[in-house]
T-cell receptor, first 114, second 113 residues
Framework: EAGVTQSPTHLIKTRGQQATLRCSPISGHTSVYWYQQALGLGLQFLLWYDEGEERNRGNFPPRFSGRQFPNYSSELNVNALELEDSALYLC?????????????FGPGTRLLVL | GDSVTQMEGPVTLSEEAFLTINCTYTATGYPSLFWYVQYPGEGLQLLLKATKADDKGSNKGFEATYRKETTSFHLEKGSVQVSDSAVYFCALTVGAAGNKLTFGGGTRVLVKP
């Protein structure tokens, strides 16, 4: 069974640009979560999507946004990039029903903002 | 709110030593508890989990028991290997649909041959 996949693996942008990160969940999983792992700040919850809807949002500004597609894949968009947005962005998915409390993570996208 | 506190690292051990990483939590509801491991340059891998009090999660020689009375979920391994060198994260989630994971700060473990 294929795991959670993310693309690209690395992304370099300059301040003020926009970044788009992509995530494909494990087959059969309907929930997708996004987390930011910034140096010195630990793992912070960003967004949760389920059945195409945003269900919960962490303490991040509105320039962090995303969506979930009918095939349950997801995009995270970061507008007006700032230097402190440099981080590893992790996507996770969880199944519907039994075991839905467990999240499985992808390898991450490392975003560098110059 | 929910929070997870785990011992700060780094923890440096010799091969075959006993490893304990302490984790305590506060939660607004009845949490599920997890340990994740992150190897250098990689994402998070689920190591083990426990969803109710007194449950013991185990995997790859690691164990942790959900202790509701002490709000703890300490990770242990009896004999570590160099390949166990990684960062370990304790985490919890509350809610029937999983919702967000709240993580501890992570503990870096370095195992020397």
């Amino acid at each position: 069974e294929a795991g959670v996949t993310q693309s690209p693996t690395h992304l370099i942008k300059t301040r003020g640009q926009q970044a788009t990160l992509r995530c494909s969940p494990i087959s059969g999983h309907t929930s997708v979560y996004w987390y930011q792992q910034a140096l010195g700040l630990g793992l912070q919850f960003l967004l949760w999507y389920d059945e195409g809807e945003e269900r919960n949002r962490g303490n991040f500004p509105p320039r962090f946004s995303g969506r979930q597609f009918p095939n349950y894949s997801s995009e995270l968009n970061v507008n007006a990039l700032e230097l402190e947005d440099s981080a590893l962005y992790l996507c996770a998915s969880s199944p519907l029903g039994q075991g839905r409390e467990t999240q499985y993570f992808g390898p991450g996208t490392r975003l560098l903002v110059l | 709110g929910d929070s997870v506190t785990q011992m700060e690292g780094p923890v440096t051990l010799s091969e075959e030593a006993f490893l304990t990483i302490n984790c305590t939590y506060t939660a607004t509801g009845y949490p599920s508890l997890f340990w994740y491991v992150q190897y250098p340059g990689e994402g998070l891998q689920l190591l083990l989990k426990a969803t109710k009090a007194d449950d013991k999660g185990s995997n790859k020689g690691f164990e942790a028991t959900y202790r509701k009375e002490t709000t703890s979920f300490h990770l242990e391994k009896g004999s570590v290997q160099v390949s166990d060198s990684a960062v370990y994260f304790c985490a919890l989630t509350v809610g029937a649909a999983g919702n967000k994971l709240t993580f501890g700060g992570g503990t870096r473990v370095l195992v020397k041959p």
